[in-house]
Each structure stands twice: as structure tokens, then as C-alpha cells.
């Protein structure tokens, strides 16, 4: 049970999650291709990037596959605040309740 003080606000409880929760799927949904794609698959890669983009990725070009795992990282790093998980969004939360 908590206690409220005089003079302490209470932090602000969000009325609607939903927005956040979008953000966050959206996020994740953008981390998946790369992830896919450091692994090496290739499928729909032909018709929405670059075939020089896609020659790297069947060719296991070093540098290029640990750019997707660190892209496809941050984007899910990117959907932790609109989730509700992680330090940085209860962070984001005080910080934003002002």
C-alpha cells in the first residue's frame, strides 16, 4: 500500500497505452527485416533494396551484416519506451511527467 505525502505529487498514470504500444510494435516490426537479413535470407530483399545491398548480404560481407544486427538492435532499443519495459521508458516517464 502506498501513502501519499502533502506536498508530494504522485507520478502521472497514462490514460491511453495504446499509442505507445503502437510505436513500440512499429519499432519492432522494423528491426525484423534486419534481423533477416544479417542472417542471410534474401527473400523479398530483390524487389525492395538494392541488388548491390543484396550481393552483401548473400555474400556475407563483414561489415555489412554487423551493420544490420546493430541497426536491427537499436530499432528494438528504439521500441522499449513505447512499451513500457526497460529503465529507459520508466526514465522517459518521470522525466516527461515533469
Known sequence: MTRSHPGVREPAQ???R???YAAAVWGFA???PSFYWALGGT?????TISPSL???VEEEVTWFVVTLWVTG???VVGGLPGSGRGEASSELRTWSSG
Open 14 to 16: 497514462p490514460r491511453w
Open 18 to 20: 495504446w499509442p505507445g
Open 30 to 32: 522494423f528491426a525484423v
Open 43 to 47: 527473400a523479398g530483399a530483390t524487389t
Open 54 to 56: 543484396v550481393r552483401l
Open 73 to 75: 538492435l537499436l530499432k
